[in-house]
């Protein structure tokens, strides 16, 4: 998922790439998790900064729902069907 930068957003510098068209948006890593992810707990390690699409990305909402679908039809898993929100 990409996450672009908006005005007014304060995020650390290390967690931001631009792409092609000069935009800034948040970076991946290799895994393409979004950099900012601790891998360990699952969770924004830049919370209280996160970027206004984090902020306004509802959990469970259809957007939500449709990532997890992409997620887990990219990967071949039936879990989401099993128990995802
Ligand atoms: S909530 Fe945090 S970890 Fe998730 S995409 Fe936004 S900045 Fe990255």
Redesign the pocket.
């Known amino acids: ?1 990409t ?1 672009l930068l908006m005005p007014g957003d304060d ?1 650390p510098a290390w ?1 931001t790439v631009r792409d092609a068209h000069g935009l800034e948006q ?1 970076a991946h890593a290799a895994d393409g ?6 891998r360990d707990s699952l ?5 209280a ?3 206004r ?3 306004d ?1 509802a959990m469970g909402g259809e957007d939500c729902r449709a990532e997890r679908r992409d997620w887990y039809g990219a990967h071949g898993d039936a879990a989401e069907e099993r128990g995802g929100g």
């Open positions: 998922m996450v995020v967690s948040m998790w979004c950099v900012a992810l601790d969770r924004c390690s830049i919370y900064r996160r970027p699409i984090c902020r990305f």
